[in-house]
């Protein structure tokens, strides 16, 4: 088992360019979690998709974020302008079906926007 | 879970030493915990969880935690740790199987000194 795989591992971009993370969950988990953390808010939950359909969004900061799950094995988190203060760490995590599974976490993106 | 505390943002000990780290929660109903580590540019990884039965619970790397309900807590321990137990530590709750949102707290960082 490969685990959470997510690319890039590090991005770098100017403001105002749009950026996207990708996320390849553990084949056979039906949830998937998109989070983000920073020193000054810790790990927060962006959006959580179940069977591939968006169930939360409510953590996503605004417009400008935007996530997709078009198949099983594949989502992205897209950033579009990226602004400065979306730097942060992003992590994908995904988790097998029942209620009390534990979350695998990818290795995360680290996004710095100059 | 309303709340996840971890009181102790850093905690430095000795390598070879024991440690404790603490979490409490706020919570009406049942709940699901667990602990987390992250190691230095990784993702988060399960270190151990609480769902039901015996209060003492074992991890991987020797770790273990107790949940007490009356006090809601759940401290992980370590009667003996290594260098390479640096990393930050994170308690989490969910409450019940229909919800699929974890409350994290904010992170413990465990400074192993030589």
Avoid at chain 1, 88 to 113: D, E, I, K, Q
Wanted: proline share 6%; with cysteine.
């Amino acid at each position: 088992d490969a685990g959470v795989i997510q690319s890039p591992r590090h991005e770098v971009t100017e403001m105002g360019q749009e950026v996207t993370l990708r996320c390849k969950p553990i084949s056979g988990h039906n949830s998937l979690f998109w989070y983000r953390q920073t020193m000054m808010r810790g790990l927060e939950l962006l959006i959580y998709f179940n069977n591939n359909v968006p169930i939360d969004d409510s953590g996503m900061p605004e417009d400008r974020f935007s996530a997709k799950m078009p198949n099983a094995s594949f989502s992205t988190l897209k950033i579009q302008p990226s602004e400065p203060r979306d730097s942060a760490v992003y992590f994908c995590a995904s988790r097998a079906t029942g209620g009390n599974s534990p979350l695998h976490f990818g290795n995360g993106t680290r996004l710095t926007v100059t | 879970a309303q709340s996840v505390t971890q009181l102790d943002s850093q905690v430095p000990v000795f390598e070879e030493a024991p440690v404790e780290l603490r979490c409490n929660y706020s919570s009406s109903v049942s709940v699901y915990l667990f602990w987390y580590v992250q190691y230095p540019n990784q993702g988060l990884q399960l270190l151990l969880k609480y769902l039901s039965g015996s209060t003492l619970v074992k991890g991987i790397n020797g770790f273990e935690a107790e949940f007490n309900k009356s006090q809601t807590s759940f401290h992980l321990r370590k009667p003996s740790v290594h260098i390479s137990d640096t990393a930050e530590y994170f308690c989490a709750v969910q409450e019940g199987d229909s919800n699929y949102q974890l409350i994290w707290g904010a992170g413990t960082k465990l400074i192993i000194k030589p």
